[in-house]
């Protein structure tokens, strides 16, 4: 199973992206999926998550700007940052909790990271 995650890019304090993140490989059923950043010299945190049936949670730094969404039969999972601020500036990382045959376990797998900077 691989992540692959796209979108990142240099925009000004205010502006908006959109991350997107693909699973593919062999995959049975995805359960939560979520995304991290990490900034210059900080651990790496949890900016939000959402379940396969659609509930969400945000870290307290991002509610009322950024909306996590996924698209189930495309195994994506997409960031709508909007607002954004210097302060947003990391490589963003997705995470997909993954099922790869039927009742079988769960594995975690992570994207490669796409970079944002929020800067004028």
């Known amino acids: 199973v691989q992540l692959q995650a796209s979108g990142g890019g240099l925009v000004q304090p205010g502006g908006s992206l959109r991350l997107s993140c693909a699973a593919s490989g062999s995959i049975f059923s995805i359960n939560d999926m979520a995304w991290y950043r990490q900034a210059p010299g900080k651990q790496r945190d949890l900016v939000a998550t959402?379940?396969?049936?659609?509930?969400?949670n945000y870290a307290d730094s991002v509610k009322g700007r950024f909306t996590i969404s996924r698209d189930n039969a495309k195994n994506t999972v997409y960031l709508q940052m909007n607002s954004l601020k210097p302060e947003d500036t990391a490589v963003y990382h997705c995470?997909?909790?993954?099922?790869?045959?039927?009742?079988?376990?769960?594995?975690?797998?992570w994207g490669q990271g796409t970079l944002v900077t929020v800067s004028s």
């Open positions: 959402i379940t396969s049936g659609g509930s969400t």
């Open positions: 995470k997909a909790v993954v099922r790869i045959r039927t009742l079988g376990p769960l594995y975690v797998y």
